[in-house]
């Protein structure tokens, strides 16, 4: 999939344009209003990258698994916002044209992680167990190789 979305540079359009449509819903955009890391972009990007088949950059240099679901975690329910931050990825997907097949696959995951793993604990941070694997995604659905040690 990660080749199938262009590679290093494909994955970087796409986590730019899922990052202006964001910015730009008044819902979504509330997520990043208390200010989020300079290199955002660059850092999802290596994220998505790996969790679709790439290379490992987002755990050899930014960190691991659990940490990125405490970052999301403690927030409470929020489903309208999740609701919409989909349809941002769904329609930054048509903004780098990418194509139909792979637009399927990749909602199916982006639904997933935004709902499952980064939804996972709304109540704490401290709920977010240790060990947690960057979650793979193939053509086939979740792997069973990213969900935990």
Known sequence: MYEAAGGELGVLRLAQAWHDRVMADEVVAHA?????????????AAYWAEAWGGPPTYSAQYGDET????IHSGNGLHEDMDRRAIACFDAAMADVDLAD????????????????????YPRSPDDVPEGLRLPHWSWDGLQPDGLSD
């Open 32 to 44: 990043f209003s208390h200010g989020f890391h300079p290199r955002h972009t660059q850092r999802l």
């Open 67 to 70: 940490t990125v679901v405490r």
């Open 101 to 120: 097949d792979l637009r399927t696959v990749l909602h199916d995951y982006f639904a997933w992680a935004t709902t499952t793993t980064m939804g996972g």
